[in-house]
Structure formats: C-alpha cells, structure tokens
C-alpha cells in the first residue's frame, strides 16, 4: 500500500545509489581483489594502462541509460500528473 506512494523516492534512491557506487573507485581498488573485478576498478586500470575505445563506449552507454532512466521517470511522473488532473 506504501509502495505506490513511495516509487518516486525509490527510483531516485537507486538512482543515486548507482551514481555513489560509481564514485568508489578508490575503494574498489583496495578492497577488490582475485578473480572477479568490479567494473569501476577495470575501467580505471584499462584507462590507466590500455588505449581501448572500450571503456570510453561502456562510459557513454552507462552515462546514457541513466539520462534516459531519468527522462522517462519524469515523463511518466507528468503523465500521471496530466490524468489526475483530468478526472478532478
């Protein structure tokens, strides 16, 4: 029943929370370690030690997605703005 009233908050909750953990990276590098990398620790040593257009394409693709994420949450927020007003 609170879900409803709350998904605004939770979207832009984990929308930040996407944001921060993009932020970590020196964390990353210090906690991560054996086979499994996180993407924040390989795009930083592949910038650091590779010239590969990759990591600037997953940057733009992520950077991108969460642009879109956000337009469409605002559009939707309007729309349903637009219907509650119309049945008033």
Do not use: H
């Not at 979207?11 to 930040?16: R, V």
């Not at 996407?18 to 990353?28: K, L, N, P, Q, R």
């Amino acid at each position: 029943m609170t879900l409803p009233q709350i998904k605004c908050s939770v979207l832009a909750g984990g929308i930040f929370a996407f944001i921060s953990a993009m932020d970590e990276t020196i964390v990353a590098l210090f906690i991560s370690g054996g086979r499994y990398q996180p993407l924040t620790k390989r795009m930083f040593t592949a910038l650091r030690d590779e010239i590969d257009p990759t990591i600037a394409a997953i940057s733009t693709l992520m950077t991108a997605a969460s642009f879109v994420l956000v337009l469409l949450a605002t559009g939707r927020r309007r729309r349903n703005a637009n219907v509650s007003r119309t049945w008033r």
